[in-house]
């Protein structure tokens, strides 16, 4: 299986299962120089901008309970926490994840005891988010093996225990992940041709609904753009639809989404 090389992401992985075995690493990993381009770049800009989405919403999202639950995301790995809300202050990256439960939210409405899938999970913040406002779902994590090693020692501090399976099992495993839900925040589109051919005859295939922010992609091949998604989708049975990512955060990331 062709998976990233080389570069800043051998050193991002390597980051991953240090700071899953090092209790010195993992307490400041957020804001380490090998990870933060990787995973911790949201801008103050960008984090307004969500917040302000956010509170503008209708959603049963935005509510102090809710909120205070969410800021605990910061408690671990020392992350930049500089954005103000009214229930306190929070890191930028939170509220990215925050934004995309409200679109989940809204497209779904109500995911109680689902089972979810995540592809590409970064440090486990988004599983940790839903898991804040849907405490029953049931979540399993696709992700590259170092990474995995990292989630599952972060999201343990919350008591959440998701399923993990590596790319390289995923590949290698006979059938099909099944699923109501899968849900991609841009690492699907990030991912050679090859892989990303995996990820939809074994996932997307036989997940009910789904929601990927996909952008231009930064795999080592050609990889598809959104008109080639689109196709994608629709030739495995999905009645898919597009939308734009808002706030845009990248002139071409768009959201792609299917319901039953």
Not at 14 to 24: G, I, K, R, V
Not at 34 to 62: A, D, F, M, T
Request: hydrophobic letters at 30%; charged letters at 25%; a negative charge.
């Amino acid at each position: 299986m062709t998976n990233w090389r080389g570069g800043v992401y051998d050193k991002y992985r390597e980051l991953c299962l240090q700071a899953a075995t090092q209790d010195q690493i993992f307490s400041g990993f957020k804001g380490n120089p090998l990870y933060k381009p990787i995973l911790e770049h949201v801008s103050y800009h960008q984090g307004l901008q969500y917040l302000n989405r956010i509170k503008s919403s209708s959603s049963e999202v935005y509510t102090e309970e809710n909120f205070n639950k969410f800021r605990q995301n910061d408690d671990v790995g020392s992350p930049d926490v500089f954005c103000d809300t009214e229930f306190g202050k929070i890191s930028a990256t939170t509220l990215r994840y925050i934004n995309v439960l409200m679109d989940i939210h809204n497209i779904f409405g109500d995911i109680s005891v689902c089972n979810l899938v995540e592809i590409g999970a970064g440090y486990g913040g988004q599983t940790k988010i839903i898991n804040d406002m849907f405490s029953d779902v049931n979540f399993t994590v696709v992700d590259l093996l170092e990474p995995t090693k990292l989630q599952e020692r972060y999201l343990s501090e919350f008591n959440i225990s998701p399923e993990f399976i590596s790319a390289q099992e995923l590949y290698e495993k006979d059938g099909f992940l099944e699923s109501d839900i899968v849900i991609s925040n841009y690492a699907i589109s990030e991912i050679s041709l090859e892989n990303q051919d995996v990820y939809i005859n074994k996932i997307l295939k036989y997940s009910k609904e789904g929601y990927m922010i996909c952008n231009g992609g930064r795999g080592e091949r050609n990889n598809r753009n959104h008109q080639q998604w689109e196709m994608s989708l629709k030739s495995i049975g999905k009645n898919v639809f597009t939308q734009n990512e808002e706030p845009s955060t990248g002139s071409s990331n768009k959201v792609f989404a299917w319901k039953k």
